[in-house]
């Protein structure tokens, strides 16, 4: 039954995106004016979207005082931070991708492997596309949500999170790699090195040019 919940609330692309940025917020939530601003929908539609992925068991939520009178504002909050991995039959590949990256830790150059991977990842999924807007949203499908700047890049969601956690960083590496390809174009070449979690749940990366 859960599995069903979760299909159904998923099944909306304005959830999926709704839930997207419930990962980006931080920790204390947001009301139903909030996502009614923020998905440019009626408050009613912004209320059913948020009870509906707090049914499936997606967020929860609680009363907050306003210091105003009537009613407090319902705060909806994420109830997981780890990525929804949906699939019928169930899967297990983000237990697959950790051991993955545990076992490269053990490889002679294996950061450097790791590096390597994500670079041809990166190709091969961008291909021919110019432009780093419409580049940098190919990513999006996958997850990803980045800001670039002159001299970072910080991704606010890790599209690798799943194999994360192993010393030396593998998945960090990976990420690195594949974000090289995407970034670079032309004559312009970048190297991105892994700066570390950023807190929230993504990461950054330094650019040397």
């Not at 053990?106 to 432009?131: K, N, S």
């Not at 174009?185 to 950054?204: F, I, Q």
Request: proline share 4%; charged share 25%.
């Amino acid at each position: 039954m859960q599995a069903v919940n979760l299909m159904h609330a998923l099944a909306d692309p304005t959830r999926r995106r709704l839930l997207e940025s419930f990962h980006r917020t931080p920790a204390d939530g947001m009301t139903v004016d909030a996502v009614s601003r923020l998905l440019d929908v009626d408050r009613t539609v912004a209320f059913d979207h948020l009870e509906t992925l707090r049914s499936s068991g997606l967020l929860v939520a609680d009363e907050q005082r306003s210091g105003r009178r009537g009613r407090p504002a319902r705060l909806y909050r994420l109830s997981r931070t780890e990525a929804v991995d949906l699939s019928v039959p169930q899967r297990r590949h983000g237990q697959l991708a950790a051991a993955f990256a545990r076992a490269l830790t053990d490889v002679p150059r294996g950061t450097e492997l790791a590096h390597e991977q994500g670079r041809r990842l990166g190709l091969q999924l961008v291909g021919g596309t110019a432009g780093l807007s419409r580049r940098l949203a190919i990513l999006r499908d996958f997850g990803g949500d980045y800001r670039v700047s002159h001299d970072e890049v910080h991704a606010r969601s890790c599209v690798f999170r799943e194999g994360c956690g192993t010393e030396p960083p593998i998945a960090c590496h990976a990420h690195a790699g594949m974000l090289e390809a995407v970034l670079s174009h032309g004559e312009t070449k970048l190297e991105l090195v892994p700066a570390g979690a950023d807190g929230s749940g993504g990461c950054r990366y330094l650019i040397r040019r």
